[in-house]
């Protein structure tokens, strides 16, 4: 079974558009951390966010945020008046105690303009 | 300065060949990774060292092979390349072990690999 999951595999939105990408994660872990890293056209892996399992209260950095929630095992993340920048493929990932790095498959994002 | 670099960025060779990819941190990082990513964009992890040891090894074939002269660089060496090493690989680096999680992993640009 997947432990992160993320089930849009492709998504396009027009300029200025809100989106959100959807993470599910499974763990059976009371402690494990969840981030989520962004690819543009260009290739490389940018780290955006680090959120550990005790800390549900939403973050927000500019245009971009994330909501955490346990209950449905969920972290996902909106990006508000979307940029042609934010084109991207997006990864979810899930760290757990005594185990690696599991990333989700990814989310293609593209920003009309 | 990059805090993980990686060389070449991009490597085009023909089947059969031996070829290396070099990396270097300079975040002061205990432990560095290789991933492989395919063509579907799914990151697949490879080896990770800690210290200069080896404490992950993926199912790899062994014509793979890291070798870490020390805790600031990893280096991936491939015998007899075959079409299907075609991918992007990724060098990454951690403060500490996968066993201790919560440790950002930050990556390289990448190197895109060819097999001809």
């Known amino acids: 079974a997947q432990k992160v999951t993320q089930a849009q595999t492709e998504i396009s939105v027009v300029e200025k558009e809100d989106v959100t990408l959807d993470c599910v994660y499974e763990?059976?872990?009371?402690?494990?951390?969840l981030f989520w890293y962004k690819q543009p056209p260009s290739g490389e892996l940018v780290f955006l966010i680090r959120?550990?399992?005790?800390?549900?209260q939403n973050e927000i950095s500019g245009r971009y945020s994330w909501n955490f929630q346990k209950s449905t095992s969920s972290f996902n993340f909106t990006i508000t008046a979307s940029q042609v920048v934010d084109s991207a493929v997006y990864f979810c990932?899930?760290?757990?105690?005594?185990?690696?790095?599991?990333f989700g498959t990814g989310t293609s994002l593209t920003v009309i303009p | 300065d990059t805090a993980v670099s990686q060389t070449p960025k991009y490597l085009v060779t023909q089947m059969g060949n031996d070829k290396s990819i070099k990396c270097e941190q300079n975040?002061?990082?205990?432990?560095m990774y290789w991933y492989k990513q395919d063509s579907k964009k799914f990151l697949k992890i490879m080896f990770s060292?800690?210290?200069?040891?080896?404490?992950i090894n993926e199912t790899v074939p062994n014509r793979f092979s890291p070798k870490s002269p020390d805790k600031a660089h990893l280096n991936l060496h491939i015998n007899s390349l075959e079409l299907g090493d075609s991918a992007v690989y990724f060098c990454?680096?951690?403060?500490?072990?996968?066993?201790?999680?919560?440790?950002?992993?930050?990556f390289g640009e990448g190197s895109w690999l060819t097999v001809v």
């Open positions: 990932a899930l760290s757990e105690i005594g185990n690696q790095f599991y």
């Open positions: 975040l002061g990082h205990d432990t």
């Open positions: 763990t059976r872990d009371t402690t494990y951390y």
């Open positions: 990454a680096s951690s403060l500490d072990g996968p066993t201790r999680p919560g440790n950002t992993i930050y």
């Open positions: 060292y800690n210290n200069k040891e080896l404490i």
């Open positions: 959120r550990n399992s005790f800390d549900e």
